[in-house]
T-cell receptor, first 118, second 111 residues
Framework: DTEVTQTPKHLVMGMTNKKSLKCEQH?????MYWYKQKAKKPPELMFV???????INESVPSRFSPECPNSSLLNLHLHALQPEDSALYLC?????????????????FGEGSRLTVL | DAKTTQPTSMDCAEGRAANLPCNHS???????VYWYRQIHSQGPQYIIH???NNETNEMASLIITEDRKSSTLILPHATLRDTAVYYC????????????FGTGTKLQVIP
């Protein structure tokens, strides 16, 4: 199984709603990522988890709250979002890079969750 | 991670080789070159990576110059399904997970 599965594929929410995006992988990867992508722009890194612990937070506003409950799951909790937060949210996973030729941590991406904030 | 520079867009005739260049003049010795592509409205897809030797897999070939300051991704026989944005990324393989995408090259394969 080489898939990263993201749900839901589409989400519409109001600015006062609380919702969550979910990501799941069964490749045994211990690094998981959230990216945000606006239209016609490259993906922007938001968060990185390594061994279920938050290792990188790219100064993301607190209205985005990541959670990694176990090695296969990654959530992104959304609360009090703004219309400018509307975007494609991408989840990825990888082996934790070890610097060897056979493990250099290439990322496997899901298809994304398209979020619209009204 | 070192910064990369890629042309904004390129066209390629179907069936011909597509050669996508990338400059990474500040690459350091322990940084690998990775290529990903993103077909419209899908998640990015890993293509290939290399350190200093040329690499080939079922999708593409990667040619890295001897000084490692630039590389070229080659799709040997481009098809319409290869139309996508191609991202070149350099990254310290041992260190880490801050994988940053540049603006990429929009490749249009023309029938």
């Amino acid at each position: 199984d080489t898939e990263v599965t993201q749900t839901p594929k589409h989400l519409v929410m109001g600015m006062t709603n609380k919702k969550s995006l979910k990501c799941e992988q069964h490749m045994g990867h211990r690094a998981m990522y959230w990216y945000k992508q606006k239209a016609k722009k490259p993906p922007e890194l938001m968060f990185v988890y390594s061994y279920e612990k938050l290792s990188i937070n790219e100064s993301v506003p607190s209205r985005f709250s990541p959670e990694c409950p176990n090695s296969s799951l990654l959530n992104l909790h959304l609360h009090a979002l703004q219309p400018e937060d509307s975007a494609l949210y991408l989840c990825a996973s990888s082996q934790v890079p070890s610097g060897t030729v056979t493990n250099t941590g290439e990322l496997f991406f899901g298809e994304g969750s398209r979020l619209t904030v009204l | 991670d070192a910064k990369t520079t890629q042309p904004t867009s390129m066209d390629c005739a179907e069936g011909r080789a597509a050669n996508l260049p990338c400059n990474h003049s500040t690459i350091s010795g322990n940084e690998y070159v990775y290529w990903y592509r993103q077909i419209h409205s899908q998640g990015p897809q890993y293509i290939i990576h290399g350190l200093k030797n040329n690499e080939t897999n079922e999708m593409a070939s990667l040619i890295i110059t001897e000084d490692r300051k630039s590389s070229t991704l080659i799709l040997p026989h481009a098809t319409l399904r290869d139309t996508a944005v191609y991202y070149c990324i350099v990254r310290d393989a041992g260190g880490y997970q801050k994988v940053t995408f540049g603006t990429g090259t929009k490749l249009q394969v023309i029938p």
